[in-house]
């Protein structure tokens, strides 16, 4: 059986990627098959095909992905997805076959085809009836990180004060959200056509970065999450309240090694590392948006055929939200011939 995959066999920018006939995933034992109806192209995938990664993580990526070129098993991205459950491994009985449900595949990409095979291992909740295929597929990759960096990280508390950098990103817009719905005081960094929709997410303050440094008030904040990664460790520092934590969504490998260090000698926690792809994470994020507390911001999208152009938008560095890719219609929406 066939089937279309948006598939890159080198890195390089968005012409590295094309729509292509590939076999489709057969059913393995604890595994099971997912029909994809939407997806997005994610800063993880533009990092990914382009390797434009933190200074020092090339090297990393190359011996995960692939030294030269991609590795047959990385050659199809795509990090979340919505899509139902067409076929069930031997052990496998989490959710009964034509089950719509969101997927986390993170890391073990393979979302941009028409279908995807998850592991059990996999992040996998059922989507609610009255969720369209857009939020569901944007559900996870930019709420998952800003929940575990708000969270369990930095431990986020009501009414402590927050700023958020990168604030209309997937991760940023998320964050805010997850913030406001903790009950604290959330000060957003974006560029100033993006602010109204910004405060409209929960925002109280809304900082324009390219006409004043909102890291130039001292001692501000009990929590910075810093979701572009341009911020000078000293600036964090002094803009953090003693106690206060820098959550560094974005950050190099010498940052990395020196994380300990860092919180060590300026009494502030440097909170780096990969986002969680925990069940929990995207079971919480969907009780958030249950409760009407977070909603996945849609920046455009794109037929699978015109994946080349959701990669652009990415690339652009602009996206405010998440860039979604619709893959195949669902059997029910077939059914009735709409
Ligand atoms: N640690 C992890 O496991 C993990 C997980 C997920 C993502 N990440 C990383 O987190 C970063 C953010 O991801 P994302 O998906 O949210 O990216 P994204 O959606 O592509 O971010 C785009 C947004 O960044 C904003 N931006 C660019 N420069 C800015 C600046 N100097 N100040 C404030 N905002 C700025 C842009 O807004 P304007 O147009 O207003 O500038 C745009 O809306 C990426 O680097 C990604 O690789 C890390």
Request: glycine share 10%; aromatic share 6%; proline share 5%.
């Given at each position: 059986m066939q089937m279309q995959a948006a598939v890159?066999?080198?890195?390089?920018?968005?012409?590295v990627v094309s729509v292509e006939t590939r076999p489709r995933p057969e059913l393995k034992p604890g595994h099971m098959l997912v029909k994809v109806l939407a997806t997005t192209v994610s800063s993880g995938d533009w990092r990914l095909r382009s390797?434009?990664?933190?200074?020092?993580?090339g090297w990393i990526l190359r011996l995960m992905v692939g030294w030269r070129a991609p590795r047959a098993a990385s050659q199809i991205l795509g990090t979340e997805l919505v899509g139902e459950v067409v076929a069930l491994g031997e052990g496998v009985n989490r959710f009964p076959l034509g089950t719509r449900v969101i997927a986390y595949p993170g890391g073990r990409l393979?979302?941009?085809?028409?279908y995807c095979l998850l592991s059990e291992k996999c992040a996998v909740v059922a989507a609610p009836a009255q969720m369209n295929d857009e939020a569901a597929a944007a559900l996870s990759f930019g709420a998952m990180t800003a929940y575990d960096y708000l969270l369990?990280?930095?431990?986020l508390k009501k009414d402590e004060r927050v700023l958020i950098i990168g604030a209309a990103g997937a991760v940023g817009s998320a964050a805010v959200q997850i913030a406001r719905a903790q009950g604290a005081h959330v000060s957003a960094v974006c560029s100033a056509t993006k602010a109204e929709m910004i405060s409209a997410l929960g925002a109280s303050e809304v900082i324009d970065y390219q006409s004043a440094d909102?890291?130039?008030?001292?001692?501000?904040?009990?929590v910075i999450l810093d979701a572009?990664?341009?911020?000078p460790w000293s600036a964090l520092v002094r803009s953090l309240k003693p106690g206060g934590r820098a959550a560094l969504v974005v950050s190099g490998f010498a940052t990395m090694l020196s994380a300990g260090w860092k919180s060590w000698r300026s009494g502030r926690r440097c909170l780096v590392g990969p986002a969680s792809e925990k069940q929990a994470d995207l079971e919480a994020v969907l009780a958030l948006y249950q409760r009407g507390q977070f909603q996945p911001l849609i920046d455009s999208r794109y037929p699978l055929a015109n994946i080349q152009e959701a990669h652009a938008r990415v690339d652009s560095?602009?996206?405010?939200?998440n860039v979604i890719v619709r893959v195949q219609r669902a059997e029910s929406t077939m059914a009735q011939g709409e």
């Amino acid at each position: 059986m066939q089937m279309q995959a948006a598939v890159f066999r080198r890195y390089g920018g968005p012409e590295v990627v094309s729509v292509e006939t590939r076999p489709r995933p057969e059913l393995k034992p604890g595994h099971m098959l997912v029909k994809v109806l939407a997806t997005t192209v994610s800063s993880g995938d533009w990092r990914l095909r382009s390797l434009t990664v933190p200074p020092g993580f090339g090297w990393i990526l190359r011996l995960m992905v692939g030294w030269r070129a991609p590795r047959a098993a990385s050659q199809i991205l795509g990090t979340e997805l919505v899509g139902e459950v067409v076929a069930l491994g031997e052990g496998v009985n989490r959710f009964p076959l034509g089950t719509r449900v969101i997927a986390y595949p993170g890391g073990r990409l393979g979302a941009h085809a028409e279908y995807c095979l998850l592991s059990e291992k996999c992040a996998v909740v059922a989507a609610p009836a009255q969720m369209n295929d857009e939020a569901a597929a944007a559900l996870s990759f930019g709420a998952m990180t800003a929940y575990d960096y708000l969270l369990h990280r930095a431990e986020l508390k009501k009414d402590e004060r927050v700023l958020i950098i990168g604030a209309a990103g997937a991760v940023g817009s998320a964050a805010v959200q997850i913030a406001r719905a903790q009950g604290a005081h959330v000060s957003a960094v974006c560029s100033a056509t993006k602010a109204e929709m910004i405060s409209a997410l929960g925002a109280s303050e809304v900082i324009d970065y390219q006409s004043a440094d909102p890291l130039q008030d001292e001692a501000a904040y009990d929590v910075i999450l810093d979701a572009v990664g341009h911020a000078p460790w000293s600036a964090l520092v002094r803009s953090l309240k003693p106690g206060g934590r820098a959550a560094l969504v974005v950050s190099g490998f010498a940052t990395m090694l020196s994380a300990g260090w860092k919180s060590w000698r300026s009494g502030r926690r440097c909170l780096v590392g990969p986002a969680s792809e925990k069940q929990a994470d995207l079971e919480a994020v969907l009780a958030l948006y249950q409760r009407g507390q977070f909603q996945p911001l849609i920046d455009s999208r794109y037929p699978l055929a015109n994946i080349q152009e959701a990669h652009a938008r990415v690339d652009s560095g602009r996206k405010c939200g998440n860039v979604i890719v619709r893959v195949q219609r669902a059997e029910s929406t077939m059914a009735q011939g709409e």
